[in-house]
């Protein structure tokens, strides 16, 4: 038998969403997502078969569906409810004439993925099929229909599940209700079924079985795609799995999306984050600029040391050249915090920053700053990444950076004097260079920090060792960040000195975070920096103001606040929450747990190397060792002790976890009342004891973060074996 010509054969989508009941129809216009399960399922769809070329069955009696996505859609009504097959057959006036392959799916089955829509057009293209099925492998296959095959795999039934002998049941293959029909074959082969009484889409291949026409399939494995949306059971179990594949590592590998998170878009080089989502973004990026009729204040671009970043520096300003808008591009590699700076400074309208901060070697990204130097809102991050996945390579409109150079369109700008001397009208350099010498050893962590820090340090006449401080994308093979494990080399120096050194200092690769390590050797947590540091200004430099933490940093700042008399206020993790926060009250010092910290006028965002200079300058004013201040200051406050841990995230840990914290949460922990529970950001519990224990998952990492802090560190341990016991057992 002759197979048909495929290779250019068009395609139209037919999508039943006419339900057989009021109640399922209801259903598609219920939220899912950030959309609803209607338009989620149009969503696959269009992603495989262009908008134009749909045509969406509803039903006669009922306008919900057409009302809802609006007119610029293709409708056919269904007038009685009488299967499948008559479902189809009502858009049988819109295919009249149509010549190619007609794609069949159902508005309630939102969680097929348009991958695996577009693997059964291919399969039915490929093998010149009349009609193909997708089928899936379930480990429960209940009442779905099962595929029966021959031994040497062609397919040679499908049985409902009311109507399978015991053997037909145990098969695990079954109908997931998606088909791909020649439309030749489709609307007449319909129609002599319907003669005879027969309905269903499923006897059409039946009598396509029989007769020796050619059928195929396209398997999926995932039982999550065979979700259908016919009860509020079914759609609650929809908008679990919605969740698990936010946060699934395929989730990026399959669609190469753009996904912002708290700290910028992050993604592994050669998945996500490659040259072409670079020119995406700045696509989008260069459209808000337009739009906002911000042209001529233009971009500032800057990157680090990664993997890419050059090449992706030197794209980015391709794009916004191209579109016209002023570029300022930044000379070598610098660090996060200047590019933040250099936004307000160079009085641009967006900051483009290409780093993945802390992550391991194989990761890259890009930081936003708004044109006063903040990090965005997650609602406009939420815009800019959706348009920019909307974007095809064919919509990026770029220029030569050589051409681009030449117009003036790109000008390549070095801004670190004025950085040092932003950072320097803040820190008091005189107090350094009046005080007691200094020396001590800094760990750049092969980043981006050295250069400006150094010039700062030297203004102040303190005497600074390196180490780490060469160009090194594999950072030395681990993550780099100034975590105490990954510092021990700066730890041994430390120690090795025997007093000589009055601090170790150091930053992750982008120099937005600070690590310290104490005259003893001892890794002080940025808990206890930023209380000592908070003291400081307040009482040494007579500064006033609260304070603003995020949600997982210590209480210790808290009660430094009310002894003060000032405000302090607890904000999710993020520092845009934390900069938001603090132009609220008016604060002196934000600041976070994980080495972030800014104070009132200076930046609106964290620097690590701002954080270095200031901890000399604290040394140098007062004389004393930082174990010596930690002491006085925990004299006023009391002590508390943090710790915290962290396992591997799995989507399915997304759903279940938050569910079982608080449906379950006990009115006691240890004998001690719980008095709040917070979801602002993960599930934090505090207790009467001024303890607490925060459940939460990484917005930049897979990772479920587990932090206690109490008075003494066996309840804090206490308190952290309770919730990873709680929440993982």
């Known amino acids: 038998m002759a197979t048909r010509d495929h290779t250019q054969r068009s395609v139209k989508a037919v999508v039943l969403a006419a339900g057989h009941s009021q109640t399922t ?11 609803t399960v209607v ?27 057409r009302d809802h996505l609006g007119p610029d859609w293709t409708y056919v009504v269904q007038t009685v409810q009488a299967g499948t097959g008559d479902a189809v057959r009502c858009a049988r006036d819109v295919l009249a ?3 190619g392959d007609v794609m069949i799916a159902y508005a309630d089955t939102p969680m097929l993925r348009a991958s695996s829509l577009r693997g059964l057009l291919w399969r039915h293209q490929l093998t010149g099929a009349q009609f193909s099925l997708l089928t899936a492998m379930l480990p429960d296959p209940g009442d779905y229909g099962r595929i029966v095959r021959e031994p040497d795999g062609r397919l040679t039934g499908i049985v409902e599940a009311a109507d399978a002998s015991a053997a037909e049941s145990s098969l695990h293959e079954v109908n997931v209700g998606a088909y791909v029909a020649d439309a030749a074959i489709l609307i007449p082969t319909l129609d002599e079924l319907a003669a005879h009484g027969e309905h269903r889409l499923t006897e059409l291949a039946e009598r396509l079985i029989a007769g020796g026409g050619r059928i195929s399939s396209f398997a999926i494995v995932d039982a999550d795609e065979v979700q259908g949306i016919n009860t509020d059971t079914e759609l609650e179990a929809a908008s679990d799995i919605v969740v698990k594949r936010l946060f699934a590592p395929s989730h990026t590998i399959e669609t190469g999306e753009i996904a912002f998170g708290t700290g910028g878009w992050r993604a592994l080089i050669g998945e996500a984050f490659t040259m072409h989502n670079v020119r995406r973004l700045c696509q989008a990026i260069a459209n808000e600029i337009t739009r906002d009729g911000s042209a001529a204040q233009g971009v500032v671009v800057g990157g680090d040391r990664r993997f890419l970043s050059e090449e992706s520096v030197r794209c980015a300003a391709e794009v916004f050249a191209g579109n016209c808008v002023r570029t300022v591009v930044l000379t070598d590699d610098v660090p996060s915090p200047l590019v933040t700076f250099a936004v307000p400074h160079l009085g641009c309208a967006f900051g483009v920053m290409v780093t993945a901060s802390h992550n391991p070697p194989l990761w890259n990204g890009i930081k936003l700053f708004r044109g006063d130097g903040s990090l965005p809102v997650s609602e406009q991050t939420a815009r800019l990444q959706d348009e920019a996945n909307a974007l095809t390579p064919g919509d990026v409109v770029a220029l030569d950076y050589t051409l681009a150079r030449a117009a003036g369109r790109v000008i390549e700008t070095d801004v670190t004097n004025a950085y040092v001397d932003a950072v320097e009208a803040v820190v008091d350099v005189a107090a350094m260079r009046a005080g007691r010498p200094l020396r001590v050893i800094v760990d750049p962590m092969y980043g981006t920090s050295q250069q400006a820090l150094s010039m700062v340090l030297t203004d102040g006449r303190v005497r600074a060792n390196y180490i780490h401080s060469d160009h090194n994308p594999l950072f030395g093979g681990h993550a780099p960040k100034p975590d105490p494990e990954l510092l021990t080399e700066l730890t041994r120096l430390v120690k090795a000195g025997r007093g000589r050194f009055d601090v170790g200092l150091a930053n992750d690769e982008d120099a937005d975070r600070i690590g310290v390590i104490d005259e003893s050797g001892r890794y002080m947590t940025t808990n206890e920096v930023l209380v000592i540091l908070y003291w400081y200004l307040h009482e040494v430099r007579g500064l006033r103001g609260g304070v603003v933490r995020n949600l997982s940093t210590t209480h210790l700042l808290d009660r430094l606040a009310d002894r003060f008399g000032e405000d302090h206020r607890e904000v999710p993790v993020g520092f845009k929450y934390i900069v938001a926060g603090m132009e609220e009250i008016g604060a002196l010092v934000g600041g976070e747990s994980s080495g972030g910290l800014t ?11 701002f954080a270095c200079a200031l901890v000399c300058e604290m040394l140098a004013r007062l004389g004393k060792p930082l174990s010596v201040l930690l002491d006085d200051v925990l004299a006023i406050t009391g002590r508390l002790e943090q710790l915290e841990t962290g396992v591997p995230a799995t989507p399915q840990m997304r759903v279940e976890v938050p569910r079982r914290m608080r449906s379950a949460m006990p009115p006691t922990i240890g004998g001690v009342p719980v008095v709040n529970v917070s979801t602002m950001d993960g599930i934090k519990c505090r207790l009467a004891d001024e303890s607490w224990v925060l459940l939460r998952f990484s917005g930049t990492e897979p990772v479920l973060r587990m932090v206690a802090e109490a008075p003494t560190r066996e309840r804090a341990q206490y308190l952290l074996d309770w919730v990873s016991a709680y929440a993982t057992g």
């Open 39 to 65: 338009e989620q399922s149009l969503a696959n769809v269009t992603a495989v078969v262009p908008r134009e070329d749909v045509i969406i069955v509803v039903d006669e009696r009922d306008t919900g569906v």
């Open 599 to 609: 104070m009132r006028g200076y930046l609106l965002g964290k620097d690590g190397i």
């Open 97 to 99: 004439g149509f010549d």
């Open 25 to 35: 129809r209801d259903l598609l216009l219920r939220p899912l997502a950030a959309s």
